[in-house]
């Protein structure tokens, strides 16, 4: 009676996952915040897969981590294939649900540019339904769930608008403020996301003046412009987030230099998308409503 040779295991898809993730992202830390889970089980996935194959992918220092020739050759291959993977799995998700589209995007974004716009968009595409994620940073789309990002990029993507960015307060602090020298007598409003802001205007605007702004600093700049509106500051406002709030004239921009920053609005997809695709339908109309008006 023949007897079956034992059959060789597979190697698990979790710790190939983790490997890849942390020989493209070149450490263990990056690797953990794009799987969600934490920098141990990053380690511990990889340890077990070279248990398994009994040969090390990382060289491990002090300093970090750097790939074997074994993990440099294997790398080229797993990535495509995780790419491959995504790609079906996105395809899978149109399928299965054709009219759903996930958009991730900064939480400023999602609030004061995005929320706005969707009671036109639901009125003109019916049927449609948008889930929106708020994140701090543009995620992978090949490695995430999500159909379009919306972030202020310098390369990635389709320019909505730039981001010019300007001073901007409340009608009652408005008479207080002539030139920028006045902004060292009154609170200025800081945000943790665009921190640099300040001086980078000031670099425009006043240029060799000693200027050091003061004031709150606040981790959400959705709390910076309620403080802004209810009079507590001078905010460093950017023009594509709060034009409802100048056009109405509850914040006003005091002073008349604006600068634009490199990264403007936009908005990407993972490339190879059907532009009949529900989510490319809505991109279109996104693009069309920052359009000017004829």
């Not at 190697?11 to 996952?17: D, Q, S, V």
């Not at 000693?210 to 403080?227: M, N, Q």
């Amino acid at each position: 009676m023949a007897v079956a040779p034992p059959r060789p295991k597979s190697l698990p898809l979790n710790a190939l996952r983790a490997f890849e993730a942390a020989a493209r992202l070149k450490g263990f830390a990056a690797a953990a915040e794009e799987l969600g889970v934490s920098p141990g089980a990053i380690s511990a996935h990889v340890k077990a897969l070279e248990a398994e194959l009994g040969a090390p992918l990382f060289q491990r220092s002090p300093k970090g981590v750097t790939l074997t020739n074994l993990g440099l050759r294997a790398l080229p291959g797993f990535t495509q294939a995780f790419d491959q993977m995504g790609q079906a799995v996105q395809d899978m998700r149109d399928a299965a649900a054709p009219k759903v589209v996930h958009i991730a995007t900064l939480p400023a974004i999602a609030q004061f540019w995005l929320s706005p716009r969707l009671p036109q968009l639901r009125a003109e595409m019916p049927g449609i339904e948008i889930s929106i994620t708020a994140l701090e940073q543009p995620p992978n789309l090949k490695r995430t769930p999500y159909d379009l990002c919306l972030f202020f990029d310098a390369s990635q993507g389709d320019t909505l608008a730039d981001d010019t960015v300007f001073p901007v307060c409340a009608p009652s602090l408005a008479s207080a403020l002539s030139s920028p020298r006045d902004l060292s007598s009154v609170p200025c409003l800081f945000d943790t996301t665009w921190e640099d802001d300040w001086s980078r205007w000031l670099e425009t605007a006043a240029p060799g003046q000693e200027i050091a702004p003061r004031g709150p600093v606040y981790s959400l700049y959705a709390l910076a412009v309620e403080e802004a509106l209810n009079g507590a500051g001078v905010l460093m406002g950017h023009a594509a987030l709060l034009a409802p709030h100048l056009a109405s004239g509850r914040l006003i921009a005091p002073f008349v230099a604006q600068v634009t920053l490199p990264n403007a609005l936009r908005l990407w997809s993972m490339p190879g998308r059907s532009t009949a695709s529900v989510s490319q339908q809505v991109a279109r109309w996104l693009h069309k409503t920052c359009e000017p008006s004829p």
